[in-house]
């Protein structure tokens, strides 16, 4: 046997979880000496690898279509690291290792204009650093009880503590990760590390604009979401009226539309916060599958009416913060590919071409309501079972096929009469002793 296919060791993978709290930055002053010598170096960095970074133009010829495509290259990290380094030492007036730092942040920045350069999404002309941040490097901070001691330069530091905070008890005994320091606060992120369970139950998610749709291999469950979908809608007539008033009064309008532009995240976050923990409470021990949508081609396909209703959704938002809390309560969440998922039969796999409130299937007469059809088929690819489904009985078929609604083939497949509610998919998990 192949020694990269041979296990050594038994126990699976530690798994962590960072939970970051803010603190405000009461040492500005000091701060400014960090954030200014750091942002020096990072604009030398960004300016050396910019001078050796090759834009090549090219001309993409589709059909009768002709396309331009932008080809980005980076000088390699590997080859110039040590004469940047050099050259970065030269102007440092801060720890050594704040030098490494600056780097890898220069190839960071430069690696994500390049992805968007290259799709389109980005002028060709060098990244601008707006507000600069520096996050510490481990070996740059020493934790002591609750208070973190940061170094700027040889036997000169900063110390930062969160021993009388609202957060102070629910960090107890976590490690901390790399700090970063802001110009007014500094962000803690602790490690918290995942305790393995096995998921006892399956919720399958459909997200709508006021609604998600779920079932959970026994029921359908509903969701409402209009409360968040009139609080997007309120701030989006508040705002315009901001924007009108902005428009005529200068920077005085730019900071009030700031402050409601905040206010509206902090809402809105406030909200996705709370339905999340109400939801994992509801559902512990749990393998969520939720769509994997992208919101630009929904765009392309809808009127602008709908698209100002898209607009309002914060489906990502939502699937984002379930990814990052259901570990804490021993879930796990999948994204599933929503093609077809709407449309299709999951008795017999036929694809409807008509789109309407309820789906109804020509092949078998299988009926039930669009939404709650797209969350039983998402639960059937979840749970891995997108064609031939082996009973006691016999077998079925269920899940997603594209047939695109070709009849003439109800031989080819088993007809089966159960309705959705009795699609249940029991698993059995046996544990080792």
Not at 209 to 222: H, S
Not at 253 to 277: A, C, P, Q, T, W
């Amino acid at each position: 046997m192949p020694k990269s296919l041979r296990l050594n060791d038994f126990q699976p993978e530690e798994e962590y979880v960072y939970l970051t709290y803010s603190l405000k930055n009461d040492k500005e002053e000091e701060s400014k000496i960090l954030l200014e010598n750091y942002k020096h170096l990072l604009h030398k960095a960004l300016d050396w690898l910019w001078e050796r970074t090759k834009i090549e133009r090219k001309k993409v010829k589709k059909g009768k279509k002709i396309f331009a495509k932008v080809k980005v290259t980076l000088p390699k990290k590997k080859e110039v690291y040590k004469a940047l380094r050099d050259e970065l030492e030269k102007i440092n007036k801060l720890a050594s290792h704040y030098v490494d730092k600056a780097i890898s942040d220069a190839y960071s920045i430069l690696k994500g204009w390049r992805r968007r350069a290259e799709k389109g999404q980005a002028s060709l002309r060098k990244p601008t650093l707006r507000k600069v941040y520096v996050r510490v490097k481990s070996t740059l901070r020493k934790v002591e009880g609750e208070e973190v001691r940061i170094t700027v330069r040889p036997y000169e530091y900063l110390t930062f503590s969160w021993s009388h905070t609202w957060f102070s008890r629910r960090v107890k005994g976590l490690d901390l990760g790399e700090p970063i320091i802001k110009e007014d606060k500094v962000h803690l992120p602790f490690r918290y590390k995942l305790p393995w369970f096995t998921p006892l139950d399956f919720l399958s998610i459909d997200s709508n604009l006021y609604t998600l749709d779920a079932y959970d291999g026994d029921k359908f469950v509903t969701f409402s979401l209009k409360e968040l979908y009139s609080l997007k809608y309120g701030m989006e007539l508040k705002r315009g009226r901001i924007q009108s008033f902005a428009s005529k009064h200068g920077s005085k309008g730019k900071v009030l539309m700031e402050k409601y532009s905040h206010r509206e995240r902090n809402r809105v976050l406030d909200y996705i916060h709370k339905f999340v923990n109400k939801l994992l409470e509801m559902y512990p021990l749990t393998m969520f599958a939720v769509e994997k949508l992208n919101k630009q081609e929904m765009f392309r396909d809808a009127n602008d009416k709908l698209s100002k209703r898209i607009s309002r959704t914060v489906w990502r938002t939502i699937h984002r913060v379930l990814k990052y809390k259901a570990p804490l309560y021993g879930s796990f969440v999948k994204e599933v590919n929503p093609y077809h998922t709407s449309k299709s039969c999951p008795r017999c796999g036929w694809v409807s071409r008509k789109v309407g409130r309820t789906f109804h299937c020509e092949r078998c007469g299988f009926t039930l309501d669009r939404q709650l059809n797209a969350s039983l088929n998402i639960y059937l690819k979840m749970c891995g079972f997108p064609h031939l489904f082996f009973t006691p009985t016999g077998s079925r078929w269920v899940g997603v096929i594209p047939l695109k609604g070709r009849r003439g083939m109800s031989g080819a497949m088993p007809r089966d009469s159960g309705e959705a509610q009795r699609l249940r998919i029991d698993i059995k998990y046996y544990e080792i002793l």
